[in-house]
């Protein structure tokens, strides 16, 4: 267990005890007293559970909540709203906009304190990833604050928490005209690769970017990465997602993590025909999670290049689309699970991998860490040897009907806990609400391939004549990266919010898809590539052509590995309910259709969702044990990706993200003009 301050006197202390008892990543810099709760990594804590020991707002006073301030990002260009604020040292800290400014916020009144920003440059100009930044790394030196940022153009960035100046004595001088002369590391020259200071790593070799913030542990900050979109490539070349490690007092490198292993590593023999030496990707663009005190991170990783067709890189291909932990200190693997093998199906890893101690009946405390994925499945391990905690089954799945394709004969099942998800398709899951209804839905979807999941993508000239493969869930379904999920510590529970939706893919000749892009990576054209997005499934009244739930929030109780609840998340829209085609029909609570995003407290688990309307939203309360609403309250915008809750000047918040805005929910007392602070 990793030691922590002793816990306050009263209700939070009680609390904060539990939560260090069970929970092994809770920084011991995080503070919590009476007055304070820190928010202090990217998911509040080491371990991403997304959990606040603050208990002020409870189920009789929820609809009591108002908005306490908002501040707005537009200035910044922002849009994508998924930058989870750190709160820690009695500031937030966030990044905004496509430039990825810096900002430091008053808490209490939502005033903007200090913002930065690196010059341009050409590669930060073509990061397809530049506004979808999702926060900061913080450390203390000396006592000291510092923010630690990797911005769209691959630079690591250290800012004193303070006065937003660059760190003195981190990094040096890069040789890009308005650079500061220190607070800046260039990681494009720890990769490896030929590249040029202000324009990057030419496209013929292929192009690396950072959505997630770094994360530091101990004395290291680790760096993740991302790359171009893999439905966006044609071309077989790209560079690998190598996780980085620098210094966090003085930026000095201090390793580099193979995500293709090379000759001698292990892993390497899964790529065949030397894939390795040419492709790329295996990025890790969700969130790191670590535990700091066995010096260990966890790194989720996505495929390698070219989404839906990996012919020209047969093998299974580590470490693409797993979970490896890697020992802080020297980059070694201490071990790795991949979660899809060959993957053709843009099943990435989304989520950080969230650490629970968990008391299994018969077995006792286990240290545990789960992926929550897009295929529907929690994946569960010992987070210190990489066991799984319920036995994988290893399945047989479809095999390709694309030329040159090889896929894996097999790939794992976790046979607990259950999936959450709709997984696959068949007739069985079309809507039926009606015979009329069910007859549509038969003949429409009759032009598409349904079939298991890890249904392969078909290519256009299939025999059939299919207009395209369903997989389900698809990349936007089942759990994705603007819908994380959250976890109890103090209980075990893991809550994730999913959608039901299948994507339907084709894959058309390699040189046509590049046809498509406007600055493709890479020389050589793959055989086949993602074409265009075909045409999904559409029912003449516009009703979804399966079965509800569309979307859902499912709690499990990871102690047993059981499902304890699972709830439609939102309210049934307007257009499914008032649907002449179901005139007379009563659907109940279907979900709103989009994945909520939430936040967990000492006292419940609250959620967003779209009302009725399908234009307002409504913030939510759930009782965390049985899924019980416990209220409802209107909020002033719709919001997307992680919540997040912490308790300053003695008052709780809750901060919502909405587009370029951020709004703080409060009770009244946490007005500047109100109550005794």
Same mark, same amino acid.
Request: glycine share 10%; with cysteine; net charge negative.
């Given at each position: ?82 930058? !989870? ?219 390698? !290049? ?293 936040? !967990? ?77």
């Amino acid at each position: 267990m990793i030691k922590s301050r002793p816990a306050t006197q009263g209700t939070l202390g009680v609390l904060f005890a539990a939560f260090c008892s069970l929970s092994a990543t809770v920084s011991a810099q995080n503070l919590v007293t009476d007055d304070t709760v820190e928010w202090y990594t990217l998911g509040g804590d080491y371990a991403h559970t997304r959990y606040t020991p603050a208990d002020e707002i409870t189920a009789d006073n929820f609809d009591e909540l108002e908005v306490a301030w908002e501040w707005d990002g537009s200035s910044f260009g922002g849009y994508s709203g998924r930058s !989870t604020p750190t709160y820690v040292d009695g500031k937030l800290f966030t990044v905004s906009g496509p430039r990825r400014n810096v900002v430091a916020i008053d808490p209490k009144t939502g005033e903007t304190l200090w913002s930065y920003r690196l010059p341009n440059t050409g590669r930060w100009e073509y990061s397809m990833r530049a506004s979808y930044g999702k926060g900061i790394a913080y450390s203390r030196i000396d006592g000291r604050g510092v923010v630690y940022v990797s911005t769209p153009g691959f630079f690591l960035l250290a800012l004193d928490a303070e006065t937003g100046a660059p760190l003195e004595g981190f990094g040096g001088q890069v040789p890009v005209e308005g650079f500061p002369s220190t607070g800046v590391v260039d990681m494009l020259a720890d990769l490896g690769h030929p590249y040029d200071p202000y324009e990057g790593i030419p496209l013929e070799t292929g192009y690396i970017t950072t959505s997630s913030p770094p994360i530091v542990v101990n004395d290291n900050i680790i760096v993740g990465n991302s790359a171009e979109q893999g439905y966006l490539q044609a071309r077989i070349e790209n560079v690998p997602g190598d996780i980085l490690a620098y210094d966090r007092v003085t930026g000095e490198f201090k390793w580099k993590f193979n995500v293709i292993p090379r000759p001698g590593e292990y892993g390497h023999e899964t790529w065949e025909n030397d894939a390795w030496s040419y492709t790329g990707d295996v990025s890790s663009w969700a969130p790191l999670t670590a535990d700091p005190e066995n010096n260990i991170v966890y790194v989720p990783t996505n495929p390698p !290049t070219i989404d839906y067709y990996g012919g020209f890189r047969p093998g299974d291909g580590l470490f693409g689309t797993s979970v490896i932990a890697i020992n802080s200190e020297t980059g070694e693997r201490i071990w790795h699970y991949q979660t899809v093998k060959h993957d053709v199906w843009n099943y990435d890893n989304p989520s950080p991998p969230i650490q629970l101690d968990l008391n299994i009946p018969g077995r006792g405390t286990v240290s545990a860490v789960a992926e929550v994925t897009k295929q529907g499945f929690v994946y569960t391990f010992d987070r210190f040897t990489g066991e799984p905690v319920w036995p994988m089954e290893e399945r047989p799945v479809p095999a390709s009907q694309v030329p040159g394709e090889k896929l894996a004969t097999t790939q794992p099942f976790p046979t607990k806990p259950p999936p959450f998800e709709q997984q696959g398709i068949t007739e069985d899951d079309l809507i039926d609400f009606t015979p009329e209804l069910r007859r549509e839905a038969l003949e429409v979807m009759a032009n598409y391939q349904m079939g298991p999941l890890f249904n392969p993508p078909i290519h256009r000239e299939n025999e059939a004549g299919k207009i395209s493969s369903a997989m389900c869930p698809g990349d936007g379904g089942g759990a994705n990266i603007y819908a994380p999920p959250t976890a109890d510590p103090t209980t075990g529970f893991l809550y994730v919010a999913s959608a039901n939706n299948c994507s339907w893919q084709q894959v058309i000749p390699g040189e046509e898809a590049d046809t498509f892009i406007e600055k493709p990576t890479g020389t050589t054209f793959a055989a086949y590539a993602n074409g265009p997005r075909t045409r999904p499934p559409r029912l003449s009244s516009g009703l979804p052509y399966v079965k509800p739930l569309y979307s859902s929030i499912t709690a499990y109780n990871m102690n047993t590995g059981e499902i304890a609840f699972r709830i439609p998340a939102g309210e049934t829209q307007e257009r499914i309910a008032n649907n002449p085609a179901l005139d007379g029909v009563d659907i109940g609570r279907t979900g709103d259709g989009r994945a909520p995003s939430m936040v !967990t407290t000492a006292n419940m688990l609250v959620y967003s969702g779209m009302a009725e309307d399908g234009t307002n939203a409504y913030l939510y309360s759930i009782d965390k044990q049985t899924g019980e609403q416990l209220g409802r309250i209107e909020i002033p915008a719709a919001t997307r990706y992680g919540m997040s809750s912490w308790m300053h000047d003695g008052h709780q918040y809750i901060i919502l993200q909405a587009g370029p805005k951020l709004i703080a929910m409060a009770l009244p007392g946490a007005q500047p003009t109100g109550g005794a602070h």
